[in-house]
């Protein structure tokens, strides 16, 4: 069974600081990987996607991940936080067959001014 | 109106009440998909619909009651809850079934 497993439920950084939220997966095939990110009472927004095409994916808001298979990871970053940042990410993983994605349990990101 | 839509925002209800979700997407896609966000708990896939047919029903309790009358609408009807069932319910919304699914603002139910 697929699973995916985020590192770490609170990340709290200050404004312009490095972002990194972590991802890692447990599969020996290859999967499609995303990121979503939740705003206070909102429902989840797409932030990027991995298909393959690329390992290194951009995605909105200044945001990339990083495939890397041999870690069997895919961790989020963006080089400088903006308050606007602060919100819950959630890390997903589904196949090329099957439209169940499975969620990580998510990590609350605060931005310190 | 843009998107998945949820109405619905917030729904107070007592474990004696009937009522209903709403979800439409405005995307043109064939697949919808009900989740149930609860607090600390990873998102859990209740149902999937394609093309109107439910093909997924993943062990969700009887009490909960999905429909899908055309390709654009979702509802999911509610009787009879128990306080457990005190969540944020997540429509989403896909092209296809394996394609990247987009998700509605939710739906906050309480169950006194």
């Known amino acids: 069974a697929q699973s995916v497993t985020q590192l770490g439920s609170h990340v709290s950084v200050s404004e312009g600081a490095l972002v990194l939220l972590r991802c890692n997966y447990s599969s020996s095939v290859p999967p499609y990987l995303f990121w979503y990110v939740q705003y206070p009472n909102q429902g989840l927004q797409l932030l990027l996607k991995?298909?393959?095409?690329?390992?290194l994916v951009k995605g909105i808001n200044g945001f990339e991940a990083e495939f890397k298979k041999s870690e069997t990871s895919f961790h989020l970053t963006k080089p400088s936080a903006h308050m606007s940042d602060a919100a819950e990410y959630f890390c997903?993983?589904?196949?090329?067959?099957?439209?169940?994605?499975?969620f990580g349990a998510g990590t609350t990101v605060t931005v310190r001014a | 109106e843009t998107g998945v839509t949820q109405t619905p925002r917030h729904l107070v209800m007592g474990m004696t009440n009937k009522k209903s979700l709403k979800c439409e997407q405005h995307?043109?896609?064939?697949?919808m998909y009900w989740y149930k966000q609860s607090a600390k708990k990873p998102l859990e896939l209740m149902f999937v619909y394609s093309l109107e047919e439910r093909v997924e029903n993943n062990s969700v309790p009887s009490r909960f009651s999905p429909e899908c009358p055309n390709s654009s609408h979702l509802f999911l009807h509610l009787h009879t809850l128990q306080p457990e069932d005190s969540a944020l319910y997540l429509c989403a919304s896909s092209l296809i079934l394996t394609d990247t699914q987009y998700f509605g603002p939710g739906t906050r139910l309480t169950v006194l």
């Open positions: 995307l043109g896609h064939n697949a």
């Open positions: 991995y298909t393959s095409a690329a390992t």
């Open positions: 997903a993983v589904s196949y090329s067959n099957d439209y169940k994605l499975s």
